[in-house]
């Protein structure tokens, strides 16, 4: 059975850095590209960035380029998403996600309110 399960979201203020973690288990972890996603209240859940397996090449959404950073540890199975330069309107409920045999898995969400 594959888990993903998140932490180090919070409340940060504008400006402010978080690293979010995801530790994956129940999968060859370094078989698949992992992502984050993020829903804001009232909005739909959108994509924020993505890892290939090895880790060479990372994708982000316009919204987040510059700002955020997201990295791979395959020793640790774990998938990290550091922010920078945090704003108002990223607050939202942090998803890790991977697809596994063809089948989307989600971890529980963590959440991370920016907010003076």
């Known amino acids: 059975q594959v888990q993903l399960v998140e932490s180090g979201g919070g409340l940060v203020q504008p400006g402010g850095s978080l690293r979010l973690s995801c530790a994956a288990s129940g999968l060859t972890f370094s078989l698949y590209a992992m992502s984050w996603y993020r829903q804001a209240p009232g909005k739909e859940r959108e994509l924020v960035a993505t890892i290939t397996r090895a880790g060479a090449s990372t994708n982000y959404a316009d919204s987040v380029k510059g700002r955020f950073t997201i990295s791979r540890d395959n020793a640790k199975n774990t998938v990290y998403l550091q922010m920078n330069s945090l704003k108002a309107e990223d607050t939202a409920v942090y998803y890790c996600?991977?697809?596994?045999?063809?089948?989307?898995?989600w971890g529980q969400g963590t959440q991370v309110t920016v907010s003076s």
């Open positions: 996600n991977t697809l596994w045999l063809g089948i989307p898995y």
